[in-house]
């Protein structure tokens, strides 16, 4: 699972929040039992018996920063929402110079606002913020086997399209600075 994450950071940022927040949700599940994560969760999974070990450290890792930021009830860990952050900062950087990425943003744009205005008070941060939260739903809905309204995938599909073209965004900022160093 670590592994999993760490592939994910490299390839997908957003892929790699949604993992994240599956994982602090599969701890809290568990209500932060390690021995149930090991025996229920991490004993499936096709890996060495170090990689395994390796998995539950990392997982008692997940959960000391949860308890640390006082988000074992709800809330996202730090690190990851530094993440969601940074793509928010890439949205509002493009909406002022990129035309293609204003076209993509502008068929999410109705589907933001009107998850916004259903949260009310509650209402994310930023509009990335609301997108990642909205395919995140849209997962565990269909894990649990919902059906799902036309209108939601549509809207999920204009939010996949923007954090595409953010995480391409993000990783050419990452390639340019490395070879800038």
């Not at 959960?63 to 988000?71: D, S």
């Not at 606002?113 to 994310?124: R, S």
Request: charged share 25%; aromatic share 12%.
């Amino acid at each position: 699972m670590k592994a999993i994450a760490e592939k994910k950071k490299g390839q997908n940022i957003g892929e790699y929040i949604i993992y994240m927040y599956q994982m602090e949700d599969l701890l809290r599940a568990f209500q932060f039992n390690l021995d149930e994560i090991r025996q229920y969760v991490i004993s499936h999974y096709p890996i060495s018996e170090a990689e395994k070990a390796e998995t539950l450290e990392w997982f008692e890792e997940l959960a000391n920063a949860l308890e640390n930021e006082g988000k074992k009830e709800k809330g996202r860990l730090n690190s990851t929402q530094a993440y969601v952050n940074e793509l928010a900062n890439i949205h509002w950087e493009l909406l002022k110079s990129d035309k293609n990425y204003f076209e993509s943003y502008q068929k999410a744009k109705p589907h933001i606002i009107q998850l916004v205005l259903a949260a009310g008070d509650e209402a994310p941060a930023n509009e990335v913020q609301v997108c990642i939260n909205a395919i995140y739903g849209l997962l565990l809905a269909k894990l649990k086997g919902r059906e799902i309204p036309n209108d939601i995938n549509e809207a999920t599909e204009a939010f996949g399209n923007v954090l595409s073209y953010l995480n391409w965004v993000y990783f050419d900022k990452l390639r340019n600075q490395t070879s800038q160093n």
